[in-house]
């Protein structure tokens, strides 16, 4: 099963920054580029929400709910995206996992163990 690799969540006070990276597996590396990414979050007692996503062309999505405030990025070589995140609330405290968009932007491979975010003061 094709999992991608979170990392960089902790314990941050509000109005604090970080940085979560994904990195893939590399039973996918020669279709890494195209791969259409996403960043997803599911908070305690929600469904996972698509947060921000990043197709090979370089077209980036963000929910209303982080725009201006989140940048997702990738690194071709590096087999990694990335998911700047500013200006945290406690409201986006929640598990963060980064996977594959389908063509029809369903999940594409299975899910990884997610990186948690906590903000709070």
């Known amino acids: 099963q094709v999992l991608l690799v979170e990392s960089g969540g902790g314990l941050v006070q509000p109005g604090g920054s970080l940085r979560l990276s994904c990195v893939a597996p590399?039973?996918?590396?020669?279709?890494?580029?195209?791969?259409?990414l996403g960043w997803y979050r599911q908070a305690p007692g929600k469904e996972r929400e698509l947060v921000a996503s990043?197709?090979?062309?370089?077209?980036?999505t963000y929910t209303d709910s982080v725009k201006g405030r989140f940048t997702i990025s990738r690194n071709n070589s590096r087999k990694t995206v990335y998911l700047q995140m500013n200006r945290l609330r406690p409201e986006d405290t929640a598990v963060y996992y980064c996977?594959?968009?389908?063509?029809?932007?369903?999940?594409?491979?299975?899910w990884g163990q997610g990186t948690q975010v906590i903000v709070s003061s």
């Open positions: 996977n594959a968009l389908g063509a029809t932007n369903e999940p594409k491979y299975g």
């Open positions: 590399r039973a996918i590396f020669s279709v890494f580029s195209p791969l259409h």
């Open positions: 990043i197709s090979g062309g370089q077209a980036i």
